[in-house]
T-cell receptor, first 113, second 114 residues
Framework: GESVGLHLPTLSVQEGDNSIINCAYS??????FIWYKQESGKGPQFIID?????DKRQGQRVTALLNKTVKHLSLQIAATQPGDSAVYFC????????????FGTGTRLLVSP | NAGVMQNPRHLVRRRGQEARLRCSPM?????VYWYRQLPEEGLKFMVY????????ESGMPKERFSAEFPKEGPSILRIQQVVRGDSAAYFC????????????FGSGTQLSVL
């Protein structure tokens, strides 16, 4: 069945450090992944997406990595700031055009000044 | 350009009452998705609608739950005879096309059942 899971429920970092949030997926047919940030009391906010024909996608301060061999995703945040504190979810769209996003449990990122 | 608007933000109901959650998609978006989130968990897909049509309701409980997206007006998620287990945050998302690319989520409705 489909499942998207995260390795660590909470990640604590110092301001300025780089953060890495990991995610595993189980569906070999998955070909499109999305990272969302959710702040307390708010809806998920799109951060970055990555397709299965990529192994890396660069954003402004974020990088999405995909290792299809071991079905593993990572979100790297450079120079983490207190405003990055939130819960981060990876989501699997099970193929472009497939209507249901499957969300992981989430990793809480805590950034200390 | 206003984002996805959900109301109310907080809704308190007693067991057995009805809950109505409203979602106005972003301007120009005709695809609406409803997700449910329990505390400390990820979002779970419930239903996908286009104007006047339910496309996929496979994530929605068969009983007590219904959704609509009329030609005019917001999408409505209706929960009849609420039970304590319905307490959750309900999020609506919209997109201009029928894919999951860059779904825009609302701020959610927190339903509390007493």
């Amino acid at each position: 069945g489909e499942s998207v899971g995260l390795h660590l429920p909470t990640l604590s970092v110092q301001e300025g450090d780089n953060s890495i949030i990991n995610c595993a997926y189980s569906n070999s047919a998955s070909d499109y992944f999305i990272w969302y940030k959710q702040e307390s009391g708010k809806g998920p906010q799109f951060i970055i997406d990555i397709r299965s024909n990529m192994d890396k996608r660069q954003g402004q301060r974020v990088t999405a990595l995909l290792n299809k061999t071991v079905k593993h995703l990572s979100l790297q945040i450079a120079a983490t700031q207190p405003g990055d504190s939130a819960v981060y979810f990876c989501a699997d769209s099970l193929g472009m055009g497939f209507q249901k996003l499957v969300f992981g449990t989430g990793t809480r990122l805590l950034v200390s000044p | 350009n206003a984002g996805v608007m959900q109301n109310p933000r907080h809704l308190v109901r007693r067991r057995g009452q009805e809950a109505r959650l409203r979602c106005s998609p972003m301007k120009g978006h005709s695809h609406v998705y409803w997700y449910r989130q329990l505390p400390e968990e990820g979002l779970k897909f419930m239903v996908y609608l286009q104007k006047e049509n339910i496309i996929d309701e496979s994530g929605m409980p068969k009983e007590r739950f219904s959704a609509e997206f009329p030609k005019e007006g917001p999408s409505i998620l209706r929960i009849q005879q609420v039970v304590r287990g319905d307490s959750a945050a309900y999020f609506c998302a919209s997109s201009p096309r029928g894919t999951n690319e860059k779904l825009f989520f609302g701020s959610g409705t927190q339903l509390s059942v007493l």
